[in-house]
């Protein structure tokens, strides 16, 4: 079908022309000649000797394979073998041109002379210690670079099973949920696979793996028994491989399927619980070790330091390294450790496929190029009409659908004001006026530039994700409500514009709008779709996708309505325990930071400035020197300690404390590290007037 066809549903234009470039002519890269030489050079070396070893490899090729990784393992180690060679011949190229560098400059010959030898011995190390040294670099450079290539290519296998395996187990609940509601709409399995197999829109891996099965049916001539067999032993998830298992057991007894996808469902709901009760338990332990580790520590540090700086045996570069290296990264890893083993929250989804295929301008503008259809010249003006409307009528959009893309805009205006405040002479970027006035150099140089890029990116991402709150929240008893009036009677068009104008929030908004299109002759699957495609809520996608595919099957959505109703208030009962439960560790870790602050503030405005009071009494080293009755040994030197850097640090380290401890209580308590924005935005706030007042 020609681009006009799918663009107007038929047409007698002829676009003979259009048609042939509908699929444009793919001119092979350079780059793939290039490794499909280094492939095929690859197995010629050593492809023989990894087939002969096939035995040795089967969990490795069984890995591979898991992996959904178009390679076969004897391509794949050989090819590992090869770039490891080439980088361990490029990583001693590189030794020996440090060796040479080296050796240019005389760091052998330093070295040389620092060792205590024999005569006779230390005459030949002499004399070839660059040869020596370079030889050892080399060895080395090779060593790293060509071990370090091969261990990441070895282990990418492994890390994109674990990732598939990660997704099937997160996505698997819902994708049976799925299944259970096609069933009971009355299609057979293999429908309901198809059916599921098509939604990898939505259900991600999930379907891969149904969609390999039928695969396995439709060109090797298996049955479904065998299918399931063979999909069982090599999906990377147990939890997968367990429900083929039980699933192949029900067909092998001639079981009723759909009971047996209901209970499977249930029993992943109740499996859900429990996971999330793990998560919470150990959620509990985490917040007391971030307490321990990234709070109490390093304020402990920083009071043993101070004191042992009155005693002269401070040393400031270790707790450099502490505040500025280990907190922050350590904070950071902290919150990534916390995502990983998260077991809340959706899977993103994919935009959903429309029956109707979409043109975005610059393809109307090629296609009206090359056509004589002035059909095509309207489209293309009323798109661009429509996209400036739109714009006008909403510039910030598409920032409120993705507010990361606020930095595109916030961070030029924070390099303008860093460079504004240094040509301005407002500050200057350097340790002495960090020393005098850490404070105001800090604000200038740094909280403002940064302020400037996260303040609007949380208040965007806050705004996002306070409406889809509202329409989670609002999404199960839509629901309910849908499957009433369908079940009076109505068909689903008409169900959704008595539910819209009986109900009130940002769900029945979107609803009118879903009936509107249908009303201005677009399908309700159509609508429907666009609908989930502009909130890009993945559970509201994955309800959207189950009642088109019911719709488009049977039309008899009624019975696949109450299903969806019940899967979503489940799942939004979870989230409402998640977040109960886990924003007493949001409370926890601000409390930490305020009492961090508290004992940073007693350091600075007590012991230090005691201590600079006591120099300024004294007027220096002679007159402490005098005091100490003659230069005893009770005498100090309060000279000698670094009051301004100790000043600079303890505001710095209440800084870094308040916007990691936000992050850190975002991921804790929502699950989410830009909702950790803002509370890293107030606690720093706080960290700064509190020093600049008290």
């Known amino acids: 079908m020609s681009i006009v066809d799918r663009l107007f549903g038929g047409s007698s234009v002829d676009v003979e022309e259009l048609e042939e470039d509908d699929t444009p002519e793919e001119v092979p890269e350079p780059s793939d000649d290039l490794v499909k030489k280094l ?141 259970y509601a096609l069933s009971r ?24 793996e149904f969609d390999m099965m039928l695969r396995d049916m439709d060109y090797f001539g298996n049955d479904l028994r065998i299918a399931l067999r063979n999909t069982s032993e090599m999906t990377p998830s147990e939890n997968m491989s367990d429900f083929l298992d039980d699933l192949l057991s029900v067909i092998d007894s001639g079981g009723e399927m759909t009971p047996f996808l209901l209970n499977k469902s249930q029993q992943y709901h109740e499996v859900r619980k429990q996971d999330q009760k793990g998560f919470l338990d150990t959620l509990a332990l985490m917040s007391e070790s971030y307490v321990t580790a990234f709070v109490a520590a390093p304020l402990f540090i920083i009071i043993i330091m101070t004191i042992m700086s009155v005693m002269g045996g401070a040393e400031m570069m270790q707790l450099y390294a502490i505040i500025y290296l280990v907190l922050p990264i350590a904070s950071l890893g902290f919150a990534f450790v916390i995502d990983i083993i998260s077991t809340g ?88 006026a960090m020393l005098e006035d850490p404070i105001w150099t800090t604000i200038a140089l740094a909280i403002i530039p940064m302020m400037t890029m996260v303040v609007p990116l949380s208040v965007f991402h806050e705004i996002k994700t306070r409406r889809e709150k509202k329409i989670i929240r609002e999404l199960p008893e839509t629901l309910k409500k849908l499957s009433s009036a369908n079940e009076t009677g109505m068909t689903l ?34 609508a429907l779709i666009s609908f989930a495609n502009r909130l890009k809520i993945p559970r509201l996608s994955r309800t959207i996708k189950l009642l088109t595919k019911a719709n488009e099957s049977s039309g ?14 489940s799942a939004y009962k979870l989230d409402r325990e998640r977040f109960q439960n886990m924003i007493i560790y949001t409370v926890i ?80 308590g929502e699950d989410d590290l830009l909702s950790g924005l803002k509370y890293a935005i107030v606690m720093t706030f706080i960290a700064v007037l509190v020093f600049l007042f008290i």
């Open 185 to 208: 709409g009355g299609m057979n399995i293999i429908e309901v696979m198809e059916k599921l197999a098509e939604a990898d829109d939505v259900y991600g891996e999930v379907a891969n």
């Open 345 to 432: 929250g959706d899977a993103a989804t994919k935009q959903l496929e429309r029956e109707r295929e979409v043109f975005d301008i610059e393809e109307l503008e090629r296609v009206a190029a090359q056509s004589d259809d002035d059909r095509i010249d309207d489209l293309v003006q009323a798109r661009k009409m429509q996209s400036f409307k739109d714009f006008a009528r909403d510039p910030l959009q598409g920032i409120k659908e993705n507010p990361l893309l606020s930095l595109a805009f916030t961070t030029p205006l924070a390099i303008i004001l860093f460079a504004t405040m240094i040509l301005s002479g407002a500050a200057e970027p350097s340790i002495d």
């Open 493 to 526: 068009d008409e169900s959704l514009l008595l539910v819209s104008e009986t109900s009130s929030g940002v769900l029945s908004q979107e609803l009118k709008k879903v009936h509107n299109e249908i009303q201005w002759g677009s399908s309700l699957n159509d």
């Open 556 to 569: 008899d959505v009624q019975g696949v309505l109450e299903v969806a109703a019940r899967d979503v208030d």
């Open 39 to 179: 492939d095929r050079l690859a197995y010629n070396l050593f492809g023989g000797y990894f087939e002969g070893q096939k035995e040795n490899y089967a969990g490795y090729r069984k890995k591979i394979n898991q992996a959904r990784m178009e390679v076969g393992f004897d391509m794949y180690l050989s090819r590992i073998t090869l770039y490891s060679i080439i980088t361990g011949v490029v990583g001693a190229l590189i030794g020996i041109l440090i060796a040479t560098v080296l050796a240019a400059a005389g760091v052998f010959e330093e070295i040389t002379l620092q060792v205590t030898l024999p005569p006779a011995a230390a005459g030949i190390v002499t004399e070839y210690a660059h040869l020596i040294a370079g030889f050892f670099i080399m060895v080395v450079m090779t060593a790293l670079l060509g071990g370090i290539t091969g261990g990441i290519l070895y282990y990418i296998p492994s890390f994109k099973a674990g990732e598939r395996k990660r997704e099937i187990d997160a996505t698997l609940p819902s994708a049976v949920t799925f299944m």
């Open 589 to 668: 870790i601000i409390i930490s930071f305020l009492v961090f602050l508290f004992v940073i503030i007693i350091l600075d405005n007590q012991f230090l400035g005691e201590m600079a009071a006591a120099e300024g009494e004294n007027g220096g080293p002679d007159d402490l020197e005098g005091a100490g009755g003659g230069g005893g040994a009770g005498a100090m030197d309060m000279s000698d300690i670094p009051i301004d850097q100790y000043r600079m640090v303890f505001f710095h380290a209440g800084v870094i404390q308040a916007f990691c401890s936000g992050l850190v209580a975002g991921q804790m």
